[in-house]
């Protein structure tokens, strides 16, 4: 069965940094274009970044500079780190596989990452 | 950025109505645009991609149609499981954007 399960989530204080995993199982994760999206409470959904199979790898304005996106291909995980929160980065994170199309087939359940003081 | 517009924000709708949900790109996505369901609490689920290609699953009352900026999702005779709300994508261009949302819910 393909699946995603992320963890990482979590209460930070503005400035602070937190880093997420996105367990993969089912499929490889490096053989597939993956991708982070967000949500805040109560809003829509917000692509936040891509890593493509080749490594390549691509941000949001709102998060360049702060995030960054990277895979472990021995434990078929993708992590987002994320540097310098901000009130406004408060949200349902979610890792989610590219099927082609750049359209998102497979999610994760979300982890909330809540940054305030 | 490709911005993408959703009309309308909301609607109102009964058990074996048909129901259209309008997405408008800021420019022209050819047939790169995504439609998504997504109920409280859960993951986006993807229904329709490439504009017209129904997702493995998903039941065939859900359609899209369109090309290059304007494009339409639409929900064959809905059902109670169908109230959710919808969010179209474009996949264009790598800066990847989605719609403000359309929450279907119950007349």
């Known amino acids: 069965e393909v699946q995603l399960v992320e963890s990482g989530g979590g209460l930070v204080q503005p400035g602070g940094s937190l880093r997420l995993s996105c367990a993969a199982s089912?499929?490889?994760?490096?053989?597939?274009?993956m991708s982070w999206v967000r949500q805040a409470p109560g809003k829509g959904l917000e692509w936040v970044s891509v890593?493509?199979?080749?490594?390549?790898?691509y941000s949001a304005d709102s998060v360049k500079g702060r995030f960054t996106i990277s895979r472990d291909n021995p434990k078929n995980t993708l992590y987002l780190q994320m540097n310098s929160l901000r009130a406004a980065d408060t949200a349902v994170y979610y890792c989610?596989?590219?099927?082609?199309?750049?359209?998102?087939?497979?999610w994760g359940q979300g982890t909330l990452v809540t940054v305030s003081s | 950025d490709i911005q993408m517009t959703q009309s309308p924000s909301s609607l109102s709708a009964s058990v074996g109505d048909r129901v259209t949900i309008t997405c408008r790109a800021s420019?022209?996505?050819?047939?790169?645009l995504n439609w998504y369901q997504q109920k409280p609490g859960k993951a986006p689920k993807l229904l329709i991609y490439?504009?017209?290609s129904l997702q493995s699953g998903v039941p065939s009352r859900f359609s899209g149609s369109g090309f290059g900026t304007d494009f339409t999702l639409t929900i064959n005779s809905l059902q109670p499981e169908d109230f959710a709300t919808y969010y179209c994508?474009?996949?264009?261009?790598?800066?990847?954007?989605f719609g403000q949302g359309t929450k279907v819910e119950i007349k």
């Open positions: 890593i493509y199979s080749g490594g390549d790898t």
């Open positions: 490439a504009a017209s």
């Open positions: 420019q022209t996505i050819t047939r790169y």
């Open positions: 994508q474009q996949s264009y261009s790598t800066l990847w954007t």
């Open positions: 989610a596989r590219d099927i082609g199309h750049s359209a998102f087939d497979t």
């Open positions: 089912g499929f490889t994760v490096s053989n597939n274009y």
